[in-house]
């Protein structure tokens, strides 16, 4: 019912920026919310940033002045995540998510992943 298909991680010296991109197929059901979430080896996934349907948007304290989470006007099944300034603790699987209200209940979805490493 649900696909969503990441994009744009990979390598980047400390300093630098990359762009995560989603793209989420709903087939039944509308989006309430996309966020980004990451995890690093042997730590927990953790919140990132997070988008509302009404365009409200939250971030990570670790993140806030960095990244900037944003939709696609057009396609507003396509979230962007735009990184800055990134260091070498930002490096991670970064895995975009997705809730999904059918009727009255919602639905979580997760995507497969895109690694973020970070070089010093």
């Known amino acids: 019912q649900v696909q969503l298909v990441e994009s744009g991680g990979g390598l980047v010296q400390a300093g630098g920026s990359l762009r995560l991109s989603c793209a989420a197929s709903?087939?039944?059901?509308?989006?309430?919310?996309m966020a980004w979430y990451r995890q690093a080896p042997g730590k927990q996934r953790e919140l990132v940033a997070r988008?509302?349907?009404?365009?409200?948007?939250?971030y990570a304290d670790f993140v806030k002045g960095r990244f900037t989470i944003s939709r696609d006007n057009a396609a507003k099944n396509t979230v962007y995540l735009q990184m800055n300034s990134l260091k070498p603790e930002d490096t991670a699987v970064y895995y975009c998510?997705?809730?999904?209200?059918?009727?009255?209940?919602?639905?979580?979805?997760w995507g497969q992943g895109t690694q973020v490493t970070v070089s010093s």
């Open positions: 988008i509302e349907s009404g365009g409200s948007t939250n």
């Open positions: 998510n997705t809730e999904v209200r059918v009727l009255s209940l919602s639905y979580t979805y």
């Open positions: 709903v087939s039944i059901g509308s989006i309430n919310a």
